[in-house]
């Protein structure tokens, strides 16, 4: 590892950001450091900021050095991508990989900056997270059930790296068949393990999914025996889940649809949402985001917060949290 980048790991053990991850940056011009910074609190400026600040006019045409991938989303600060793209810098090397809808790699490298990393990916933190795209009057698709496509290839392409940080994709049996979906990181990282729950093995075993990686189908019934897949029996969701991370790994990502996504909001299980969120408007005869909760009072409503928004091309994408 780059010497200089060693020292901004050395910087970011300084940082007391909590609950925001340590960080730690450096400017280099012309082999001599020309500036250094550390979070040092949350809701502070993060550690590109303070290094850039102090570099000054001799940020420009220098190389920052940071622990974890610049961050492309509004916080409770502006994304440090914003200050890099103005700052002059020409060269972006980072040490971590951070989570697709935080991270701002690929926004620095399309402004026509050299950017390298990452060279060791974060884990994410034990949890589930449901991944959601509606029209900006919040539907999930037409009254015909057409869904295709709400978000452009740009951001469904953020979605593929999205799953690469998870270890289990969940979907719904009507969601395999309707889109014959690969359910795969599309060569932007490890594939997921695809969990479809299909209470009545319904799905063509010549389906998409099946064609690459490891498949598993979460029923309450026995596998006929020739089903091209592993089997795990349930009769709960939080059972489920339970032995998913057994099985599996810790990091779950649901992409079902709505019925699927209102079943594992209603036990309480989700963790983390995230919504794309398209500028179209489809109306009142649409399909809703999420299912039924049963839900008659606001005061019964669940709150989460909204921790991130990345604004991307005309779309915003909302990380929400419990």
Not at 143 to 172: C, M, N, Q
Request: positive net charge; charged residues 25%; glycine residues 10%.
């Amino acid at each position: 590892m780059d010497s200089f980048l060693k020292r901004a790991f050395e910087l970011a053990k300084r940082a007391n950001p909590s609950p925001n991850p340590q960080v730690g940056a450096v400017v280099v011009k012309d082999g001599e450091i020309v500036g250094e910074g550390w979070h040092k609190k949350a809701g502070g400026p993060h550690a590109e900021v303070v290094a850039l600040e102090e570099a000054g006019r001799d940020a420009q045409g220098a190389t920052l050095y940071v622990s974890l991938e610049p961050c492309a989303h509004f916080g409770k600060t502006p994304p440090c991508t914003y200050f890099i793209k103005r700052s002059g810098i020409k060269r972006v090397v980072f040490g971590l990989s951070d989570d697709p809808i935080s991270g701002g790699a690929d926004e620095l490298r399309e402004s026509g900056m050299e950017v390298e990393g990452p060279f060791k990916t974060r884990p994410l933190p034990p949890q589930i997270t449901v991944k959601m795209a509606a029209s900006l009057d919040g539907k999930s698709a037409t009254y015909t059930g057409d869904s295709k496509w709400i978000t452009p290839l740009e951001v469904r392409r953020l979605v593929h790296k999205l799953r690469a940080v998870f270890d289990a994709v969940v979907v719904g049996a009507n969601t395999v068949k309707k889109d014959d979906p690969e359910l795969t990181a599309h060569g932007m990282g490890k594939d997921p393990v695809k969990v479809i729950l299909d209470s009545d093995f319904c799905i063509n075993p010549r389906a998409r999914v099946f064609k690459k990686g490891r498949v598993v189908i979460a029923s309450p019934r026995p596998s006929p025996s020739s089903y091209p897949a592993e089997v795990i029996s349930f009769t709960s969701l939080k059972q489920l889940v339970a032995l998913l991370r057994e099985r599996v790994g810790e990091r779950i990502l649901i992409e079902g649809g709505n019925s699927v996504n209102a079943s594992f909001f209603r036990e309480g299980l989700v963790d983390r949402f995230i919504v794309f969120i398209s500028p179209k408007l489809i109306g009142g005869d649409g399909l809703p985001l999420i299912g039924p909760l049963g839900i008659k009072k606001i005061a019964q409503c669940e709150e989460f917060e909204i921790k991130k928004i990345r604004f991307f091309k005309r779309h915003v994408v909302l990380d929400c949290y419990r």
